[in-house]
C-alpha cells in the first residue's frame, strides 16, 4: 500500500516551457487535491476533484490546468510555465468531506 | 473571505521547554485539523476537532478547539528534537459544500534546540 506517489520528485523547467505532474493514490479516494505551498504561505489550494472525470477550481488555478480521467490518478499540467511558479506541488487524496487527508512526498519545481 | 491565521510564525525553544502556537478563522468551523511537517517532507494529519471546548490529548500534545469555534491551539509539552516542524492548522472551506477542501493556516515553524 503505496498511499499517494508523486511524479516526478525535482523539476527544473524554463519559461514557456510545459510539463505534467502525476499523482496516484491507492487508497481508493474519491477526493483528490492540488498544492502548492511557498515560503510564509502556507498550502495554497490549485484545483480539486471529487471523483473521475470531475476537476474544479481551487484558491490559485490560474496558469495551472488538470485532468481526473482515471479515479487514482490526478494529473496537474503547467502549459507555459512562469517563474511565479516556481514552488512545491503536494497532490493530496481524502475519503470525503470532513476526513483527513493524505499527502504525497511532493515535487519540487523550478522554473528558469 | 475566509482566512486562517496562525501565530507565531517561528518559535524557537530549548529541548524540555514547551510550545504553543494559535489558529484563529475569520469564520465559525465545523471542524479543524492539525498537521505537521517535518523539514523537506510531506503534512501529515495529526488529529481532528469537532466539538466546540474540545480537547484531545495525544501523549505530549493537548489540542483545544475553541468554545466559538473559531480558534484552536496547539501545544507541546516538554519538547523533543523530534517535534521539529511546522505545524499547520485547516479548516473547512466556508460556503456551500467544501467537497474536503481545506484552508491552511501559514503554520508555525518549530525549532528545537538540544
Known amino acids: 500500500n503505496a498511499g499517494v506517489t508523486q511524479t516526478p520528485k525535482f523539476r527544473v523547467l524554463k519559461t514557456g516551457q510545459s510539463m505534467t505532474l502525476l499523482c496516484a493514490q491507492d487508497?481508493?479516494?474519491?477526493?483528490m487535491y492540488w498544492y502548492r505551498q511557498d515560503p510564509g504561505m502556507g498550502l495554497r489550494l490549485i484545483h480539486y476533484?471529487?471523483?473521475?472525470?470531475?476537476?474544479a477550481k481551487g484558491e490559485v488555478p490560474d496558469g495551472y490546468n488538470v485532468s481526473r480521467l482515471k479515479k487514482q490518478n490526478f494529473l496537474l499540467g503547467l502549459e507555459s510555465a512562469a517563474p511565479s511558479q516556481t514552488s512545491v506541488y503536494f497532490c493530496?487524496?481524502?475519503?470525503?468531506?470532513?476526513?483527513?487527508?493524505?499527502f504525497g512526498p511532493g515535487t519540487r519545481l523550478t522554473v528558469l | 473571505g475566509q482566512q486562517v491565521m496562525q501565530i507565531p510564525q517561528y518559535q524557537h525553544v530549548q529541548e524540555g521547554e514547551d510550545f504553543t502556537t494559535y489558529c484563529n478563522s475569520s469564520?465559525?468551523?465545523?471542524?479543524i485539523q492539525w498537521y505537521k511537517q517535518r523539514p523537506g517532507g510531506h503534512p501529515v494529519f495529526l488529529i481532528q476537532l469537532v466539538k466546540s471546548g474540545e480537547v484531545k490529548k495525544q501523549k505530549r500534545l493537548t489540542f483545544q478547539f475553541g468554545e466559538a469555534k473559531k480558534n484552536s491551539s496547539l501545544h507541546i509539552t516538554a519538547t523533543q528534537t523530534t517535534d521539529v516542524g511546522t505545524y499547520f492548522c485547516a479548516g473547512p472551506y466556508a460556503g456551500g459544500t467544501s467537497y474536503g477542501k481545506l484552508t491552511f493556516g501559514q503554520g508555525t515553524i518549530l525549532t528545537v534546540h538540544p
Open positions: 493530496a487524496s481524502s475519503y470525503g468531506q470532513s476526513r483527513e487527508q493524505f
Open positions: 476533484s471529487v471523483g473521475e472525470g470531475t476537476t
Open positions: 469564520t465559525t468551523l465545523s471542524n
Open positions: 487508497m481508493n479516494h474519491e477526493y
